[in-house]
């Protein structure tokens, strides 16, 4: 087994986290989840290094008094990667794009999932996102 020339330095970190519960929440059925998303990449100038930050938004572009909270959280990865893939900037791209973005979101799920279970809500699992489509 090889090991990729793309790798996560320690483990994603939260830097920002909101959580807000509609105390007046109704439900009625099932709430279709709403998930937006956004990633910064922050390449570290003279280093083959960049910081992945993705900033998730669960209900928070839902103008409706009909959810049961809303979420954000920013979660970043510090990633490295070595000369072989500094010198292919298309492969580069889709790890920083694609895959950096889908390992740090695997570290936010359980967040969430938690974060909603003591709020005293059935637990919240984040559906997996194709970061290739967002």
């Known amino acids: 087994m090889k090991l990729s020339d793309f790798q996560i330095v320690n483990k994603p970190k939260i830097i920002d986290l909101s959580y807000k519960m ?27 290094e960049a910081i992945v930050t993705l900033k998730l938004g669960i209900f928070t572009d839902n103008k409706s008094d009909n959810v049961p909270f809303k979420i954000k959280i920013d979660i970043e990865g510090h990633f490295k990667w070595n000369d072989v893939l500094e010198n292919d900037k298309a492969l580069l791209e889709i790890l920083l794009h694609q895959n950096a973005p889908a390992l740090i979101y695997s ?9 909603t279970l003591e709020g005293n809500m059935p637990p919240l699992v984040l559906p997996m996102i194709n970061f290739k489509e967002t």
């Open 22 to 48: 509609n105390k007046s929440f109704e439900p009625n059925g099932k709430i279709p989840i709403e998930i937006n998303n956004r990633v910064i990449i922050t390449k570290i100038k003279n280093k083959y």
């Open 107 to 115: 570290y936010a799920r359980p967040t969430i999932t938690m974060l």
